[in-house]
């Protein structure tokens, strides 16, 4: 745990935003969002990245932040009883007794409380902010706050993914799971040395593409040409640029087939065997 000045707590709750891959969640009674801020938090939004806002006290049109409101990747709710402030994304949480205010910043003595997502404190006030959601009102953008469930598996699995593999920075994606509004949570993967190539983990393949079709070509001839541990077949789609990586069993190494750790350590020992290949087949490009 980490104390911070009222100063140190700005700055952490801007680095929070900034830094995110996957969500930004707010939680401040009170809102008067800084312009810099504010662009900061739209610009994740474009980027495809989750933003779960609850305010409470005073009930708004959010007029003034009408990019914020009407995005389909923002989540806004109201808490008439609210009088927590807490700041996080995948990586960190901030408790702290500064609202998201212009005014608290600039006349206030504040404090702050910082823990990573390495401790149990961290998923702990995510339950508990959970629970302001479930009692909380809708208002604006989606409904759909899951995403900073810790629960639904995702989350830890990257935890697990980033300790094993360095050069694939990897990060929690929403997809849609039928034809209904269902979501559901995977991850996408960008290969750091040539960030043109990237992943996304569509629960029983990976699928790989790029712009460049010498680059899946050489993929897929590394695969064949050299084998892998883990058994992994490759299947290169000839009307897109992209490859479709499956297990050895192909279909039938199913999520609802198998034991979640056995299916982990398969997907685990794939992604490692990805690592290789991308490493041998693209050093010389």
Known sequence: MKILSTRKTSALIEEIVTESKNFVLIVSPYLKI?????????????????????FGKVDSNFS???????????????????????YANEDIVLVSS???????????????????????????????????????????????YSIIDLSNGAHE????????????DFRVIEIQTGWDDEKSYTFKG????????????NFN?????????????????????????SGLRCFQKSYERELAIYPPDGFNARRDNMEIKEYRAMWISILEDIEKVLCDSLQAS
């Open 34 to 54: 800084s312009d810099s801020l504010y662009e900061r938090l739209v610009r994740k939004l474009n980027l495809g990245i989750r933003v779960v806002l609850l």
């Open 64 to 86: 003034q932040y009408q990019k914020l409101r009407d995005h389909n990747k923002s989540s806004i709710f109201f808490l008439d009883k609210l009088h927590a402030k807490i």
């Open 98 to 144: 500064m609202n998201l205010h212009s005014y608290s910043e600039i006349n206030n003595w504040e404090i702050g409380l910082q823990e990573d997502s390495s401790s149990s404190e961290y998923k702990n006030i995510f339950n508990e902010v959970l629970l302001m959601l479930k009692a909380s009102t809708y208002k604006f953008g989606d409904k759909d």
């Open 157 to 168: 699995f990257i935890g697990i993914l980033q300790e094993t593999i360095k050069t694939i």
């Open 190 to 201: 960008t290969y750091q040395p040539k960030q043109e190539i990237s992943m996304i983990f």
């Open 205 to 229: 393949h990976l699928a790989i593409s790029s712009d460049s079709e010498d680059d899946l070509r050489s993929i897929c001839e590394t695969i064949e040409s050299k084998g892998c541990k």
